[in-house]
């Protein structure tokens, strides 16, 4: 399979509990996103990476979350001290960019649903 | 802030039924418009990207135009299956500054009854 995957598929986590997901993307893309989505709205943007550089963080990135993507291929995201209006689904992307915007199309992995009890 | 807006928020129709969607967007540092089809379980899967007023695209029976002096996208879907249920989310992609990024749409949600 060479699409977007994600790992772990579901997670449930106690409040306060750290927690951290893996997104593999497509191995040609340099361009990866993160997204998160709760019940009734669509995907949020949270942040992007080009390469292994962050280039854009959302104001819903909340210094108890982080993400990393060193040598620019998987990514991590991890929430510190998770809370109940975590819950969510998480949602990688990726696509291939150049140094001008480009607006290609974004291969979405399957989510990570996050419950937090 | 950049709000887009779909409607209607869900739909059922009977196979064979054809429908469209309606997604609105500022269209202030617009760049492109994408349509995504995220079926239960599955990965959110891209239909369309359009970036030039008056664009127009088909794949299949789903077809899609770009308005983007007033800011709105049509999804249309002809002669509707089973299969064709799912989510339909629409996304504006803005280019702005550092900016490369997606704003969605809550979606509409799609149910074609046998």
Redesign the interface.
């Known amino acids: 399979d060479t699409?977007?995957s994600q790992n772990p598929r579901h997670k449930i986590t106690k409040r306060g509990q750290n927690v951290t997901f893996r997104c593999d993307p497509i191995s040609e893309h340099n361009?990866l996103?993160w997204?998160r989505q709760t019940l009734?709205?669509?995907?949020?943007?949270l942040t992007?990476f080009q390469n292994e550089a962050q280039?854009?963080k959302?104001r819903l990135l909340s210094d108890r979350f982080s993400a990393e993507r060193p040598k620019g291929s998987f990514s991590t995201l991890e929430i510190q001290r998770t809370e109940q209006g975590d819950s969510a689904m998480y949602?990688c992307?990726s696509t291939t960019?150049g140094l001008v915007?480009s607006?290609?199309?974004?291969?979405?992995?399957?989510?990570t649903r996050l419950t937090v009890t | 802030i950049l709000n887009?807006e779909?409607s209607p928020q869900s739909l059922h129709v009977q196979e064979g039924d054809s429908t469209n969607f309606t997604c609105s967007f500022p269209s202030s540092n617009f760049?492109?418009l994408?349509w995504?089809r995220w079926e239960t379980?599955?990965?959110?899967?891209?239909l369309f990207?359009m970036?030039l007023n008056g664009d127009e695209k088909k794949k299949g029976r789903i077809s899609a135009t770009l308005n983007t002096k007033e800011g709105y996208s049509y999804l249309y879907i002809k002669g509707s299956q089973p299969e064709d249920s799912a989510t339909y989310?629409c996304?504006s992609?803005i280019?702005s500054g550092?900016?490369?990024?997606?704003?969605?749409?809550?979606?509409t949600q799609l149910t074609v009854l046998p």
């Open positions: 699409g977007v361009r996103y997204y009734g709205q669509g995907p949020e943007f992007y280039l854009e959302s949602l992307a960019a915007p607006p290609y199309e974004q291969y979405f992995g399957p989510g | 887009v779909q760049y492109a994408h995504y379980a599955k990965s959110p899967e891209a990207v970036t989310l996304a992609f280019s550092s900016a490369r990024q997606l704003t969605f749409g809550s979606g």
